[in-house]
């Protein structure tokens, strides 16, 4: 059976076993015509991908059975149905299907637009986030409209910029992930890393941050600067209280991995109640998933067209803190970060998601959220300034830097067993933030505040937590571990 001549990795046993995602869907070759054109149009305007036609439910289906007219109408598809043209591939790949019959499927390398936004026919214009094709509102179709013109700059030509000056040990590696079989310039060239321009070949932006041994050289902002703060402020002049500072770089892929490396060298480890023991046991400062794919995000995703300012983690004793030069892309805000997925530089962005690096179907974002939530910390915040995002992580350092109360341990670990998962959860959140609300509790159980007062005052009752209250209506009621019982 065949393979792409544009990527040995594609395979069809690939193609039928992987994962629709980002970057890759199957159709049907029944598709209609529109449908296809849609998600033309979703892909070009999103990140680009592949779409594989001829599959169905998993099984080989082909092509062939639909006649020639409408095998030219799929290739013809993107510069017949779509507006302006998709810019894009098709290839022809033989394949044998289940009843031992020859066949063929047709294969759809659709690139990602860098000025344009694309509508169909109907004028109607679609994403691809995650595996779905989602038509955009008016509001976000401007919005679409207005970032264009900030995905060209991974596109500058970096003349300085040669062969001579890339990392070939991290070119191996990519060429070892995608499996592929041509050398450095196929490569940078079918990746769109590098161009033919007047004969010369010159390697992009984008290329240059992927494998240039040092970036800095021709992008003097493409690197992290790291601070750790004594204290909960940045300080200046006599009072500057900065303890440690480091400056990162590379190209992409060896500043992802270095970044890691260090920062995980700086952080603590504090006390907390596991939930399946109800013993002490030592937890990482943050989870590990959500600092380091707040860096990636921001090494993937920041503006480089902006001068002058590089990434910053700053990390202070209560806190840590994700700057990212350049504003959010127009139809992603802080409301919707958690769903939508729009990637400024998509060159960039498709090739750490090759590395292993960026997260499809935006599960970065959302798997932060949980993960901050599942060692209750308060959720992340982003926020947008003039000229950059912030990423912030709170560690609750004030209620875990230390152990506190070997009686409460005792306490707790007398009476575990008999607990329920929602009392237990109440004592996790408990030990976490020294004290706990009937309302906050019932938010983070999901349930009424009548049910979880109930549970609150079981535990009352077992003499494992007390009341805080100043009279029977303060507003501040609160419950917290007893620590008194002798």
């Not at 970096?158 to 310039?185: A, M, S």
């Not at 009937?438 to 999901?446: D, E, G, L, R």
């Amino acid at each position: 059976m065949g393979i792409s001549k544009y990527n040995s990795s594609l395979t069809i046993e690939y193609i039928l076993t992987k994962g629709e995602d980002q970057y890759f869907d199957r159709k049907s070759s029944k598709i209609p015509i529109k449908k296809l054109a849609d998600s033309m149009v979703a892909f070009a305007n999103a990140d680009g991908g592949l779409i594989a036609i001829g599959i169905y439910n998993g099984e080989i289906q082909g092509i062939m059975n639909q006649g020639n007219t409408k095998i030219n109408d799929i290739i013809q598809c993107g510069f017949e149905k779509c507006y302006p043209p998709v810019k894009h591939r098709w290839e022809l790949i033989d394949v044998t299907k289940t009843n031992k019959k020859d066949d063929q499927i047709i294969l759809l390398h659709i690139e990602a637009s860098s000025d344009k936004v694309h509508k169909t026919e109907a004028d109607e214009v679609f994403l691809h986030v995650g595996d779905e094709s989602k038509r955009l509102s008016h509001e976000q179709r401007l919005n679409l409209e207005y970032d264009r013109g900030s995905r060209t700059y991974e596109d500058e030509l970096i003349h300085d910029c040669t062969l001579d000056d890339l990392d070939f040990d991290v070119l191996d590696k990519y060429k070892e992930v995608l499996e592929f079989r041509g050398n450095y310039e196929e490569l940078l060239l079918a990746r769109g890393f590098m161009k033919r321009v007047k004969g010369q070949l010159i390697i992009t932006l984008a290329g240059t941050l992927m494998f240039a041994k040092m970036p800095t050289t021709f992008i003097p902002s493409a690197r992290i600067r790291f601070f750790r703060y004594e204290g909960i402020e940045a300080k200046v002049g006599t009072s500057m209280n900065v303890s440690k500072t480091k400056l990162i770089e590379g190209p992409l892929p060896t500043m992802i991995n270095d970044a890691r490396s260090f920062i995980e060298t700086q952080l603590r480890e504090f006390t907390a109640l596991d939930g399946e023991t109800g013993r002490f046991i030592e937890v990482p400062e943050y989870p590990p998933f959500a600092w380091q794919e707040g860096v990636i995000n921001a090494i993937t995703h920041r503006a480089y067209s902006v001068q002058g300012d590089d990434i910053k983690v700053k990390m202070f004793d209560d806190r840590l803190e994700i700057h990212s030069p350049g504003k959010l892309p127009n139809v992603v805000n802080i409301h919707n970060i958690r769903e939508t997925r729009y990637s400024r530089n998509p060159k960039i962005a498709r090739a750490l998601t090759e590395f292993g690096w960026v997260r499809e179907l935006n599960e970065g974002v959302k798997r932060i959220f949980k993960d901050m939530e599942q060692l209750f910390l308060d959720p992340p915040s982003y926020q947008e300034t003039s000229n950059s995002v912030i990423l912030t992580l709170k560690n609750n350092i004030i209620m875990r830097k230390t152990r506190r109360g070997e009686k409460i341990s005792a306490i707790i670990q007398r009476n575990w067993e008999a607990l329920s998962y929602d009392e237990k959860s109440a004592l996790e959140y408990m030990y976490s933030h020294d004290g706990l609300k009937t309302s906050t509790f019932a938010k983070q159980i999901k349930k009424s505040d009548q049910y979880a007062r109930k549970i609150l005052r079981n535990l009352e009752d077992k003499k494992i937590i007390i009341k805080v209250a100043s009279s029977p209506t303060d507003p501040n009621t609160h419950f917290i571990l007893n620590n008194n019982i002798n």
